[in-house]
């Protein structure tokens, strides 16, 4: 799905928008703001037809506890799904092993998990103690910031010094000679 080439050629269509409009030009009327609106709420809704239902079959999932008999990882796994900080929990199988301090996507009568990288995180909210998926935002001053989008007690966290966050960050970043 992720490299479909349709979805490269809305990307290719959005940026080149961008291109001719952000820094290209003065300011806009309103005419013409409603007119690039529509214009980018189309390259959304294509982007949207083509990974609509692609997750539909998986989960989201938190290891627990693990039993392996076989051959085969047997998990006891909190599934991340719905706005309730009391996740449901299920057995899966699977025939790779978890880290518990991680988060995998497993889809349906498929055995081995995608281990996502930590831009996602089930953690406590500092004041209330209370587990909610937070999302990486941003870095500011040297803090991680992490947004809930349904943890209303503490929508917005913040931490430092995280290795593991810092070795997923560095992947994204340019090399010096994919830079130069």
């Not at 239902?53 to 506890?65: E, G, N, T």
């Not at 693990?66 to 047997?74: A, K, L, Q």
């Not at 947004?147 to 966290?157: D, G, I, R």
């Amino acid at each position: 799905m992720l490299s479909d080439k349709a979805i490269f050629g809305i990307f290719q269509t959005a940026a080149d928008y961008r291109n001719r409009w952000k820094g290209h030009g003065g300011v806009v009327s309103t005419e013409d703001a409603q007119t690039r609106l529509v214009l980018l709420t189309n390259c959304l809704s294509q982007v949207r037809q083509i990974i609509s239902d692609k997750y539909s079959s998986a989960i989201l999932i938190a290891p627990q506890s693990c039993e392996y008999r076989d051959g085969v990882y047997y998990y006891q796994v909190k599934v991340l799904t719905g706005t309730r900080t009391t996740f449901k929990k299920q057995i899966v199988e699977t025939l790779k092993p978890m880290d518990s301090r991680k988060l995998y996507i497993l889809h349906n009568n498929q055995f081995i998990p995608v281990e996502l990288l930590p831009f996602i995180r089930l953690m406590e909210s500092p004041k209330t103690q209370q587990n909610a998926c937070y999302f990486y935002n941003r870095l500011s001053d040297g803090d991680i910031r992490w947004v809930s989008y349904y943890f209303e007690p503490e929508s917005e966290v913040s931490s430092r010094n995280d290795s593991e966050f810092d070795k997923a960050l560095n992947l994204l970043r340019p090399t010096p000679q994919e830079t130069g």
